[in-house]
């Protein structure tokens, strides 16, 4: 997978991010991570997240990738800022946080994994660009567990969110970052919890347009070659394939099973 966008995640919560980069960059080729047998990374502590991390980047770089996103919260939040990559590295922090900023009226609810939440990645990044925000997180760690068993749109899953968001809501959020490329999965369970007036904020079409740029101003776009996308995940789930299967719009995405060391 030469030439490749080196993509990983703790699951398959990353897809989303792969989704909008093939929206936005339909010549670029992906090599996708899933590191499943080692989720969720939202419960471990900054050392063994940023080990992973190092491992799951040593393993696209391995494959001859020309650039990683970051597809993890947690990660992103935890390891990327103690990274010296040999190659453009992309987190979603960042992304994310500069779109709630841009539409808030002024009362952003963070919701993420127990690490993110820990870290103050995101209101870090929300105040950096507007001071005078009011910011409520919230630790989330029920979700991903449920998305990975793919009770996404379950009523079981409704009442959990229901539970997580009343704080923030009673707050009188009018934001709410999606601080975790799982949630965009419980996407249409928490837009109705929330209700109209709160507007969710997924960065993957952000990050997405930050990798676009990057990758043009280093001259490392893709060339005429087709592209050719490949997925890896460390411990091979039935669900993992159920969920890519409807993240990607492709009922047959192919799965290497593989061991990150």
């Given at each position: 997978m030469l030439d490749s966008i080196g993509v990983f995640d703790s699951g398959v919560g990353g897809l989303t991010v792969v989704s909008a980069l093939r929206r936005r960059l339909p010549r670029e080729s992906i090599l996708y991570l899933g590191d499943t047998a080692r989720?969720?990374?939202?419960?471990k502590s900054p050392g063994t997240v940023t080990r992973y991390t190092e491992n799951n980047i040593a393993f696209l770089l391995g494959r001859g990738v020309k650039a990683v996103v970051i597809a993890c919260n947690t990660?992103?939040?935890l390891a990327l800022p103690n990274l010296h990559p040999e190659v453009p590295t992309w987190g979603v922090i960042e992304p994310g946080a500069r779109k709630a900023a841009a539409v808030s009226r002024g009362r952003v609810g963070v919701i993420a994994t127990e690490a993110t939440v820990r870290s103050d990645a995101y209101p870090r990044a929300l105040r950096a660009l507007r001071p005078?925000?009011?910011?409520r997180s919230q630790a989330c760690p029920l979700f991903v567990p449920l998305v990975e068993e793919?009770?996404?749109d379950d009523p079981l899953t409704a009442?959990?969110?229901?539970r997580y968001l009343r704080p923030l809501l009673d707050a009188g959020i009018d934001t709410?970052?999606?601080?975790?490329?799982?949630?965009?999965?419980?996407a249409p369970v928490l837009a109705r919890v929330a209700g109209p007036e709160v507007t969710l904020v997924d960065s993957a079409e952000a990050v997405a347009e930050v990798v676009a740029k990057g990758l043009a101003e280093l001259g490392l776009e893709a060339g005429?070659?087709?592209p050719a996308n490949h997925f890896c995940v460390t411990d091979n789930g039935e669900s993992f394939h159920?969920?890519?299967?409807?993240?990607?719009?492709d009922p047959h995405v192919p799965l290497e099973w593989v061991e990150v060391r």
């Open positions: 989720l969720p990374y939202g419960s990660a992103s939040a005078e925000l009011e910011i793919g009770w996404h009442e959990v969110a229901e709410l970052v999606l601080g975790c490329t799982h949630y965009p999965l419980l005429e070659h087709p159920r969920l890519a299967g409807l993240i990607l719009q």
